[in-house]
Nanobody, 119 residues
C-alpha cells in the first residue's frame, strides 16, 4: 500500500515559479513509476508528467515541455514538480499518482493540491 500527500500549491502570478512536492509513505518499489496529473475546473484530469522511480526516465505532456520538470528524491521518497513561467491555463488541482511498471493505470493517488495562476 502506498500513500501520497501533495503540498506546495498556492496562488501565484503569471510568470512566477512554484514547486510541488509529493511525499510517499509505504514502499515505493524500484518497479514503480510516478506521475503528476492536473484537473482544471469543468475539465477532465489530464496527464502532466511521469518518471520511473528507479531509472529516472521522464515523460511530459506536450503542453508543459520546457516549463515543468518532474524529479524525485529516492532517499526522501518524494516526488517533485518544478513549474516555471506559469500561465493562467496552468490553474488546476494537481495530483500525484503511482503505478507499477507494465500496468497502464495508476493505482495510488494523492488528495491533490490547488495551483491558481492569476494573469
Amino acid at each position: 500500500q502506498v500513500q501520497l500527500v501533495e503540498s506546495g500549491g498556492g496562488l501565484v502570478q503569471a510568470g512566477d515559479s512554484l514547486r510541488l512536492s509529493c511525499a510517499a509513505s509505504g514502499r515505493i518499489l524500484s518497479s514503480y513509476a510516478m506521475g503528476w496529473f492536473r484537473q482544471a475546473p469543468g475539465k477532465e484530469r489530464d496527464f502532466v508528467a511521469a518518471i520511473t522511480w528507479n531509472s529516472g526516465i521522464t515523460d511530459y505532456a506536450d503542453s508543459v515541455k520546457g516549463r515543468l520538470t518532474i524529479s524525485r528524491d529516492n532517499a526522501k521518497n518524494t516526488l517533485y514538480l518544478q513549474m516555471n513561467s506559469l500561465k493562467s491555463e496552468d490553474t488546476a488541482v494537481y495530483y500525484c499518482a503511482a503505478r507499477r511498471l507494465g500496468v497502464a493505470q495508476y493505482s495510488y493517488w494523492g488528495q491533490g493540491t490547488q495551483v491558481t495562476v492569476s494573469s
